[in-house]
């Protein structure tokens, strides 16, 4: 089992460039696959980025290709999420997850553990 903590969420204007962290705590943190989702209120979750365990695949959803870069530290057992040129349509509560699999998982069902979110919110 692993426990997960996101931070670095926070107020910032459209154009300006935030990055979250994700600290993970628990069993080996270099087993999991992980993976950002974020919800807007009255939306479903949704998938933002995945990376495998090594970091060497990644995955992004195409709104943010290109601006956000997903990477991990797996000495420090955390996960990060770089966001430049944020727009107002990416503010949600942004959610780390971690699955222990080869694979890069990019649908929230096949996530087990969970963080408890963080605010992000794009002012124009």
């Known amino acids: 089992q692993v426990q997960l903590v996101e931070s670095g969420g926070g107020l910032v204007q459209a154009g300006g460039s935030l990055r979250l962290s994700c600290a993970a705590s628990?069993?080996?943190?270099?087993?999991?696959?992980m993976g950002w989702f974020r919800q807007a209120p009255g939306k479903e979750r949704e998938f933002v980025a995945a990376?495998?365990?090594?970091?060497?695949?990644?995955d992004y959803t195409d709104s943010v290709k290109g601006r956000f870069t997903i990477s991990r530290d797996n000495a420090k057992n955390t996960l990060y999420l770089q966001m430049n040129s944020l727009k107002p349509e990416d503010t949600a509560v942004y959610y780390c997850?971690?699955?222990?699999?080869?694979?890069?998982?990019?649908?929230?069902?096949?996530?087990?553990?969970w963080g408890q979110g963080t605010q992000v919110t794009v002012s124009s």
């Open positions: 628990g069993r080996a943190f270099s087993i999991y696959a």
């Open positions: 990376i495998s365990r090594s970091g060497g695949n990644r």
């Open positions: 997850a971690a699955r222990p699999s080869v694979l890069l998982p990019t649908i929230v069902r096949n996530y087990d553990y």
